[in-house]
C-alpha cells in the first residue's frame, strides 16, 4: 500500500503560481502579458479543438482566466464549431470533495460550455444546478476566437449558501469532452494562490463631453418597444438627459412612430429651434438626430442617413443605424454586412445609389447581433465581402483604403465590455452592440457604456442617475462615442467649388444651376427617403430643370463632374 501511495506520488507533477494584475474583459489580450502565470501543453496531435495553453491572474474582485486554443471556436456554443468545452475549479484545494473529475480534483465549479451548463459541487449540493448570473461569469469575446478570458468573482456564492472560493488557492482544469484533450494533462495538477498585491484600481470614466463640438453618437437596443412602456419612461429621460446625444439610433422599436419618438426628445431635451429633433424610422431602427437629415437608404436591417452637420464641421456625416439578425442566423448577417460593405464602396466612387464628397465621416453603429461568427465584424472593418456573386468584390472601407475601427467601449465603472445582460438568459453577459467608424477622418474622442447597476452610489448621484435605470429601460446599455473631425481630411474644394449658385431656392418650378466652368455634368435629384425623382447628363455651365410634376418638400440635389468631384445642395419646393 505504501509503495503504491510512493509511486503515485513520483509521477504526479505539481505547479503552484500566484501573481495578481489587472485585467480588463473586452475581448482585446494585450493586457495577459508574458510575465502573467501561464501554463503550456504538451505537443499533441487531436482532432477539433487542441487547447494549448491558459493563464491565471487575480486582483481584489476576480480570478482571471485567459484561454488559448489551435482554432477558432464560440465559447457558449458547442453546435457553430464542435466542441464540448469544461472549466473544472476545485475552490478549496482538496480532491476530496466537490465532485471528482479525476482523483487529483475535486470541483467545487463545474462549467460545461457547450451546453451552457454550471455545476456547483459543493459536499451539501452535489452537481446542483445554477446559472451563469448566480456565479457572476463574465466573458469576452462573444464571437468565435481563438482565445478568450473569463473573469469569475471572489465574492461569487452561487447557492447563497457556500462562497465559491472559502480557500486561498484554487486548483484549475481545462477539457474537451470532444477530444479527450486535459489541461493540464493526467498526472499534472495546477494550483493558483490568491495574491493580494494591490493594483492599480479602474478609473471611472466621466460622461460629460470634454468638448462642446464634438460629436456624439449612441446605440441604444430598447427592447421589444419598451420606449411605449410609460413604466419606463422616467428611466429614459434620466438617461437620455446625461447622456446628452446628438444623433442616437435606437433599435426594436418598430411600433412607435416618429411622432412619438420627437415628442419625447422635444420635451426631454429642448433645443430651442423651430424644427427641434429630426427623426426618421426604418422598421424598428429610429435615427434622431439635432441637425436634419438630409437623405436615407434603404438596406437590410440597417438604415443609413446623411446628417447635415453644422457648416462649421466642413462636411456631413452619413450614420446607419443598424440590427443585424439574431443568434443562429450567420448566413443572413453575413450578407446584410456584406450589402453594407458594398454600399461604402458605392458611397466612395462616382455614381450608383449613392455618392459622398470624398472623406465624408461614416459611422455605423447599433445592435449588431454578434454571437456567431467573427468574420461578420470583420466584413464591417474590412471591407471583405464574402457573398461576391450578389455584392462584388470587396475592398477597404476607409477614405484612405485602410479598415474602419471599432474601440472596446468600456464601461464606465468596471473594466468590461459587455453591452448586454440579462440575468434570466442561460447565456453570460456579452458585446453586441458596436460603434464602427472611419479613423481616418474621425478621432473617437470618448467611447464608453453605461450601466448603473454597476455604478457607486455616488456617481449615481453625480449624475443624476438611480441603480436599477438601465436594467429597468432594457436589457441592452447604451453605448457611447464622442467624435471629433480630423479637418486635415476635409476636401473642401471637392465639396463647394462645382457651383457659383443654384437659384431660386426655395422655388415653384424651375431650378437653374450656374456652374462655375463648362463641362460635362451628371445631376440627380432625391426625395427626403433617398429615391431618384429626376436625373440629367449635359455638358454645359448653366443647367435647369422643372420640379413642376413634384410635390411640396425638401430635396437632395447631387452635381457631379468628369473628375469625381460631387457637390450635395439641399432644395426647397413650395
Known amino acids: 500500500m505504501n509503495k503504491l501511495l510512493l509511486t503515485l506520488l513520483i509521477f504526479v507533477c505539481t505547479f503552484s503560481y500566484s501573481q495578481s494584475a489587472p485585467i ?24 477539433g479543438i487542441d487547447l494549448l495553453e491558459f493563464q491565471v491572474t487575480n486582483d481584489a474582485e476576480y480570478l482571471y482566466l485567459r484561454i488559448k486554443a489551435n482554432k477558432e471556436f464560440d465559447l457558449t456554443d458547442g453546435d457553430l464549431i464542435p466542441h464540448n468545452f469544461f472549466l473544472y475549479l476545485d475552490t478549496d484545494d482538496n480532491s476530496t470533495t466537490g465532485f471528482k473529475v479525476r482523483d487529483d480534483y475535486g470541483a467545487e465549479l463545474g462549467i460545461q460550455f457547450a451546453d451552457r451548463i454550471l455545476f456547483n459541487n459543493f459536499t451539501n449540493t452535489p452537481k446542483a444546478q445554477v446559472n451563469f448570473a448566480e456565479v457572476g461569469f463574465r466573458s469576452a469575446p462573444t464571437v468565435t476566437s481563438k482565445e478568450f478570458e473569463i473573469a ?16 486561498s488557492s484554487v486548483k484549475i482544469l481545462f477539457r474537451n469532452r470532444a477530444n479527450f484533450d486535459w489541461l493540464p494533462n493526467l498526472n499534472n495538477v495546477f494550483t493558483y494562490t490568491f495574491d493580494e498585491t494591490p493594483v492599480t484600481p479602474y478609473q471611472p470614466i466621466d460622461i460629460n463631453k470634454t468638448d462642446a463640438n464634438f460629436i456624439r453618437v449612441v446605440a441604444y437596443n430598447t427592447k421589444l418597444n419598451s420606449l411605449l412602456d410609460t413604466n419606463k419612461l422616467d428611466e429614459y429621460e434620466r438617461i437620455i438627459k446625461v447622456i446628452q446625444p446628438d444623433v442616437i439610433g435606437f433599435v426594436e422599436s418598430s411600433d412607435t412612430t416618429v411622432e412619438y419618438i420627437k415628442s419625447l426628445f422635444d420635451n426631454w431635451l429642448p433645443l430651442g429651434t423651430t ?10 431602427e429610429v435615427t434622431v438626430s439635432k441637425w436634419e437629415i438630409l437623405q436615407e437608404w434603404d438596406l437590410d436591417r440597417q438604415f443609413p442617413v446623411l446628417i447635415d452637420l453644422p457648416e462649421s464641421y466642413g462636411t456631413d456625416l452619413l450614420y ?13 448577417r453575413q450578407r446584410q454586412v456584406d450589402q453594407y460593405a458594398a454600399f461604402v464602396l458605392d458611397a466612395k466612387s ?6 459622398l464628397p470624398k472623406n465624408t465621416p461614416i459611422v455605423y453603429s447599433g445592435d449588431l447581433n454578434l454571437v456567431g461568427l467573427s468574420n ?3 466584413t464591417l472593418l474590412t471591407g471583405q465581402i464574402q457573398n461576391i456573386a450578389t455584392y462584388g468584390s470587396g475592398a477597404p472601407l476607409d477614405w484612405d483604403d485602410t479598415d474602419f475601427k471599432h474601440d472596446n467601449a468600456l464601461q464606465t465603472d468596471i473594466p468590461m465590455a459587455y453591452t448586454w445582460r440579462s440575468d434570466g438568459s442561460n447565456f453570460p453577459p456579452g458585446k453586441l452592440d458596436f460603434i464602427i467608424y472611419s479613423d481616418y477622418v474621425l478621432n473617437a474622442e470618448k467611447t464608453f457604456v453605461i450601466q448603473t447597476e454597476e455604478m457607486p452610489s455616488d456617481r449615481l448621484s453625480l449624475f443624476g442617475l438611480q441603480e436599477f435605470d438601465t436594467s429597468v429601460a432594457s436589457d441592452h446599455f447604451p453605448v457611447v462615442a464622442d467624435f471629433s473631425i480630423i479637418n486635415t481630411t476635409l476636401s473642401t474644394e471637392e465639396n463647394f467649388t462645382l457651383t457659383n449658385k443654384v437659384f431660386p431656392n426655395p422655388t415653384s418650378d424651375l431650378v437653374n444651376i450656374q456652374l462655375r466652368s463648362f463641362g460635362n455634368y451628371d445631376i440627380k435629384l432625391f426625395n427626403t427617403v433617398g429615391n431618384l425623382v429626376l436625373h440629367k447628363k449635359e455638358k454645359s455651365d448653366l443647367i435647369s430643370f422643372s420640379t413642376n410634376s413634384l410635390s411640396s418638400g425638401i430635396y437632395h440635389l447631387v452635381i457631379s463632374n468628369n473628375e469625381g468631384k460631387t457637390q450635395f445642395i439641399k432644395i426647397v419646393r413650395h
Open 152 to 167: 469569475i468573482p471572489r465574492a461569487s456564492i452561487p447557492d447563497g449558501v457556500n462562497p465559491l472560493f472559502p480557500s
Open 320 to 332: 446607419t443605424n443598424a440590427h443585424l439578425n439574431c443568434c443562429g442566423a450567420n448566413d443572413r
Open 275 to 284: 424644427d427641434g429633433w429630426y427623426v426618421r424610422k426604418h422598421g424598428g
Open 376 to 378: 461578420q465584424l470583420a
Open 24 to 47: 480588463i474583459i473586452d475581448g482585446n489580450f494585450e493586457d495577459w502579458t508574458s510575465n502573467l502565470t501561464t501554463f503550456t501543453d504538451t505537443n499533441e496531435t487531436l482532432d
Open 350 to 355: 462616382p455614381g450608383g445609389q449613392i455618392t
